[in-house]
């Protein structure tokens, strides 16, 4: 068996077994493949034997190329993963992984969190969840939260009658004041992915995201799969889905956005409350200059 056999059953495992989004496929398909390449690996039995030590090397050599902590876990993750399927493939008594822990981000005062991170954990929450729909689901809420800036309330009190998603979206925020934020097209495809997988029907009156027993999505669950995936990125506390909104402020002030623009997109009543996003470090203020806001590209 070649290493593009490995690859390409590993491809079909995400995609159909596991129901992954394109996205995730990708990402973890290429994970595999730079493990194949940079270990020399070529056949399951390679993979599924893997030592710690030789992992440990591997993504050493990974962060060296300039990885961040939460991508160098979220790689890990990926190749954690692909390990337990060669295991399977090799007929492995145990799928288990050797134990290895991923790099940890160090804690300190509450900041935004950075593109990679915010796109990490959409990402995460979809690859750990135990139902290929439940993943879905809090990817696109995740991604509303970061890539439209909406209060994790606003999000969750979208009803059946707001989908499909166009390039605007009106939201009822505090207060009842309502305002138009613009939905960017990975924001758009998550919600239809999951509208797709959805078991429950979405009638217009009903909520557009639901709970595992077709109720309303609660804030807890959308929290705790949160916590779950900073958990195995090794982000610290402060990302939190909150942390997203937050994100989406600071990363588009530093992209030039202006304070009055910034405040009718977060649905602030005065200024002030928009001011905060201010308070940013002058790295972080020159890393979102740089690069504005990831997602618009997509």
Not at 21 to 40: D, F, M, N, Q, W
Not at 131 to 156: C, F, N, Q, S
Not at 282 to 297: G, I, M, S
Request: glycine share 10%; net charge positive; with cysteine.
């Amino acid at each position: 068996m070649s290493r593009t056999d490995l690859l390409e059953a590993w491809h079909h495992h995400l995609a159909l077994a596991r129901r992954r989004s394109p996205h995730t496929v990708r990402a973890y398909a290429k994970a595999a493949e730079r493990l194949l390449v940079g270990l020399g690996f070529d056949n399951w039995d390679d993979v599924a034997d893997v030592t710690a030590t030789r992992l440990r090397s591997h993504i050493a050599a990974r962060r060296a190329d300039g990885l961040s902590n939460a991508s160098a876990a979220r790689e890990l993750s990926a190749i954690k993963g692909f390990i337990a399927f060669a295991r399977v493939q090799a007929g492995r008594e145990s799928t288990e992984p050797p134990r290895l822990r991923g790099p940890r981000v160090k804690k300190g005062l509450p900041r935004p969190v950075t593109p990679d991170d915010a796109l990490a954990l959409a990402e995460t929450v979809e690859a750990i969840a135990l139902e290929d729909w439940t993943g879905a689901r809090d990817r696109a809420v995740l991604l509303l939260l970061y890539g439209a800036g909406m209060r994790i309330a606003e999000a969750l009190s979208l009803t059946g009658a707001d989908y499909p998603l166009g390039e605007r979206l009106t939201v009822t925020g505090k207060g009842g004041k309502q305002r138009v934020v613009p939905i960017l097209p990975i924001v758009r495809d998550a919600v239809a992915e999951y509208v797709r997988r959805c078991p429950w029907t979405l009638g217009k009156e009903g909520p557009l995201f639901r709970g595992a027993r077709g109720g309303p999505l609660g804030q807890g669950m959308v929290q705790k799969a949160t916590a779950r995936a900073r958990k195995a990125l090794g982000l610290p506390d402060t990302a939190t889905p909150h942390a997203l909104r937050h994100s989406f402020a600071t990363h588009l002030l530093g992209a030039g956005a202006d304070l009055r623009s910034l405040q009718e997109l977060l649905g602030h009543a005065s200024l002030g409350s928009t001011q905060i996003y201010t308070k940013v470090d002058a790295a972080t203020l020159l890393d979102t200059y740089r690069n504005a806001h990831p997602r618009e590209r997509d």
